[in-house]
């Protein structure tokens, strides 16, 4: 039952995100999807993953606030009629996928560890991705550093 | 409840936000949506696969995701600084702006000549 509400919760939020006018609200509505579906990874039984998607989430979410805050423009409000239609839809949306079922769950083939998995099995996916987090945190603040010298 | 429906659900939504919104921020969440609906599809190969090669695909997909959204950032902070607007809308405007003032130019130096 959690899992139906959490997932009924992550569409209605997932459509407030997309459909709400001013970026702050998008923004927050996000941060509800970010956390139900952290919860979901949580009841799911996926502990480090629902610790992953809270701290990416979080990590995205202050720097989204901060550009929504600081580049956007404030547009008219959302009446309150549009935030309900948009709250119906949202529980119109999330039926099917608490209703429906078109996959079956197969047995599990392997029970290792998260940990023999991620460094046993995954071990050069792993050190692939930290070097190319690190190209991408590395291209980015250069980017920014000459857009700063280009205005000087 | 069926984790496919959800992601499926999760991907149309974000994929109409990235085709109706005009707002770069907007663009932004939309693509997280549809970042969300690919890792949770992830969630399935959890029984199949065992539940540790499952979660490690899941932490190899946030991975991804964190550039994504790392460079989508930048690009916002750049575009904004240099255009004052994250609108869509309007940069495909200045840019048809720029090049006919650029076409123009051209036009009276080859009629100078």
């Known amino acids: 039952m959690i899992l139906e509400i959490l997932s009924a919760g992550l569409i209605i939020s997932a459509c407030l995100a997309i459909f709400l006018d001013e970026a702050v609200y998008s923004v927050a509505a996000l941060a509800g999807m970010f956390f139900s579906t952290s919860l979901l990874y949580a009841f799911s039984d996926a502990i480090f993953v629902a610790v992953f998607q809270f701290a990416v989430g979080a990590g995205t979410l202050a720097i989204l606030f901060l ?12 009446s309150q009629r549009n935030l309900l239609l948009i709250t119906v839809a949202g529980i119109i949306l999330s039926l099917p996928a608490i209703f429906l079922s078109i996959s079956e769950m197969p ?10 998995a991620l460094w046993d099995m995954r071990a050069v996916d792993v050190v ?4 190319v987090i690190m190209t991408v945190a590395l291209g980015v603040v250069i980017v920014l550093h000459e857009k700063r010298k280009g205005e000087k | 409840m069926d984790f496919v429906i959800l992601s499926l659900i999760l991907l149309a939504i974000g994929i109409y936000g990235l085709l109706t919104k005009r707002d770069l921020l907007k663009v932004f969440v939309s693509v997280e949506l549809i970042a969300t609906a690919a890792t949770l599809n992830f969630v399935m190969l959890v029984p199949s696969l065992g539940k540790g090669l499952g979660e490690a695909f899941l932490v190899l997909a946030f991975s991804t995701d964190t550039c994504v959204s790392g460079v989508i950032l930048a690009l916002l902070v750049i575009v904004h600084k240099r255009y004052g607007t994250s609108d869509i809308g309007d940069l495909v405007k200045m840019e048809q702006e720029k090049e006919e003032v650029v076409e123009e130019i051209v036009r009276e130096s080859e009629v100078e000549h």
């Open chain 1, 128 to 131: 692939l991705q930290g070097f």
């Open chain 1, 107 to 116: 047995v599990a083939l392997s029970g290792i560890s998260f940990g023999e």
């Open chain 1, 67 to 78: 550009s929504g805050e600081m580049l956007s423009q404030k547009p008219a409000k959302t």
